[in-house]
């Protein structure tokens, strides 16, 4: 076997319960799902595309009489192109695997565990000498290597996700049971008010980048699937995340209408090969919440991981968890008579924040 | 009003009639998109989300009237977010809808103007000091700007929309006019042979971005939706490019299956803003179809181009023809014994070579 190390946050939303047991439960999904992987990955030569016969599949015995010299899989002769699958992507799809049976794990047994809510997940799994970061939400992680700064993932809301969402959309206009008749997927620069029907305005459609004039009819009243900028943009008037775990309950404002369909569990795993550079003491991989990341900029925490690792003796246990300690603590800032401000006279986060700094 | 410049390439397949009529008419309706715009495009304040009422479009008469001291769309009172909108987006979004009513003209008259297949589009649009550059389909625009590469599309092929196309293959499975029941949306690294069935198999469905392992049931036998890679990629076994314009008619091989609802005759725009940057007789946008790409990589290219200006003077006005004319002939190679060769003794190209050397 092997050992995997493992690091999340569970960011909940409407309820703990489903960031609850993500904490508890994701890495024993991930386990499971790289158990059977453990003599693959381990073996220098590609992974096979066709696994032998597995005696205990109870497949049909006529079948496997068909087959039954039981010709090694690379004997079998190949007409057709093959695709290259490395073992990286064996790892990337066990992890994503693991997510979906995570979100499943919570959908079965939210009734009888009271798991309300849901929860962007963000895991760093190191395993073979490569960190894997699985990202479904709004979290973020990067690496600080020498001063350099490296995404290692990107946040999931309805602005970066408009694209997915707007495949789906059109689709799901057709199926009254899924967008009720409420919705229109056309976006405008704002809301219309009825009497602005009849005149020009600017609209673009999901096959568009840009924006062009149209005549405002009575369906273009309806409210747009994707609404607001930033930080305040919600699918379906609702939610500000479009990836994570849980969420099955969650439904439209007095409506029937449930949000779960245009949800992806499925997280973005980037690869960092930790061979592939040399790195000092001062390398770090740093995971936060949006609550870290809505008032500090990559920058600025670039700038408090140097300044506090230098402070301390490069070989103190402690320096890590201090850059976190100090990372939160400039993030919510200190309470003046106008509220809680930044070093910089900025309002601070009001939000959770949680951050692991890990050094590479 | 004001002029714009245009250069486009259109490649056709099944048929020349798309490509010859998308080359005789795109421009005219970009400009028709354009002219709308001339006054807001001018005007340097950013462009209004709502036009004044336009008297001839016959809205109803009780409407109007409700809106009728005709209140200048500013003095409205705002209660929401509005999202800003530049005049380069409207540009994109009007060269979108161009390519939109391009393909709907196909459409309607290719029965009465036997207008056989379809073609892929590159567009290259200069207005106000910016290229705009309009691809669907797999030719290719880079420019070269003292020797640095910076490329202005991207191909539009089964394997780079696989996103796109995944977002849409679920929602057309559960619609058999669309898609039959002879395809499977999941990905596998090669066809699987009927008594490979019960064995495990790597797969991929249209959420995963890595590889894993299931047991091969009857329905995976079907054919996949996308098959192949690179340059032998295909959609449902029938065409290797996912936009452009035409296809109207085309149909899976022996099937009822229609290919246009998977394709997009959106393209992407890029823009390439002239005065933020400083540019030598050297510095030129180079278009070409796949023959030209298929054989000369971008840096090969930067380099036909360095080699040959510097051979002519700066003010020669053929040099950026001789440049078009070297790059073709490259490309296709010399006829020898075995086969059409290039200079490092590969195959030439054995498609058609488009290429436009466009001075910035």
């Not at 005149?199 to 924006?211: C, E």
């Not at 003796?313 to 890590?320: H, I, K, Q, W």
Request: hydrophobic letters at 40%; aromatic letters at 8%.
């Amino acid at each position: 076997g092997f050992y995997f190390h493992y690091w999340a946050l569970f960011d909940g939303h409407a309820g703990s319960g489903a960031a609850v047991m993500a904490a508890e439960r994701l890495h024993l999904h991930i386990c499971e799902q790289l158990r059977d992987l453990v003599d693959i990955l381990q073996d220098p030569s590609p992974p096979p595309i066709c696994l032998p016969n597995d005696v205990k599949t109870g497949v049909d015995p006529n079948r496997v009489s068909e087959d039954d010299g039981d010709v090694p899989n690379d004997a079998v002769p190949r007409f057709h192109l093959e695709k290259a699958v490395s073992h990286e992507s064996l790892v990337i799809g066990a992890i994503e695997n693991a997510f979906k049976h995570m979100d499943d794990q919570i959908e079965r047994e939210r009734g009888s565990q009271h798991l309300a809510g849901g929860c962007c997940a963000l895991a760093a799994i190191y395993l073979m000498g490569k960190f894997y970061v699985a990202n479904a939400g709004d979290s973020r992680a990067i690496i600080i290597r020498n001063g350099e700064i490296i995404p290692m993932s990107r946040e999931f809301t309805p602005e970066t996700e408009r694209q997915r969402l707007c495949c789906f959309f059109p689709q799901a206009l057709l199926r009254p049971e899924l967008l009720g008749k409420e919705f229109t997927h056309l976006e405008f620069p704002r809301r219309i008010q009825p009497k602005e029907l009849g005149k020009k305005m600017l609209y673009r459609d999901q096959d568009m980048n840009g924006w062009a004039y149209k005549k405002i009819e009575e369906d273009d009243l309806k409210f747009p699937l994707i609404y607001g900028e930033g930080k305040k943009a919600r699918m379906m008037a609702t939610i500000g995340v479009t990836r994570g775990l849980g969420d099955h309950d969650l439904k439209v404002f007095s409506s029937n209408i449930h949000i779960k369909p245009f949800l992806s569990c499925f997280p973005e795993v980037r690869v960092y090969d930790l061979t592939q550079y040399e790195h000092c003491p001062d390398d770090v991989l740093v995971l936060g919440t949006d609550g870290l990341w809505d008032v500090t900029n990559d920058k600025e925490v670039a700038g408090v991981v140097m300044e506090v690792l230098t402070s301390y003796e490069p070989n103190d246990p402690c320096r890590y968890t201090m850059v976190a300690q100090e990372l939160v603590v400039r993030s919510r800032g200190v309470l003046k008579e106008r509220g809680w401000r930044l070093a910089n006279d900025k309002l601070g986060s009001g939000d959770d924040i949680s951050v692991f700094v890990i050094p590479l």
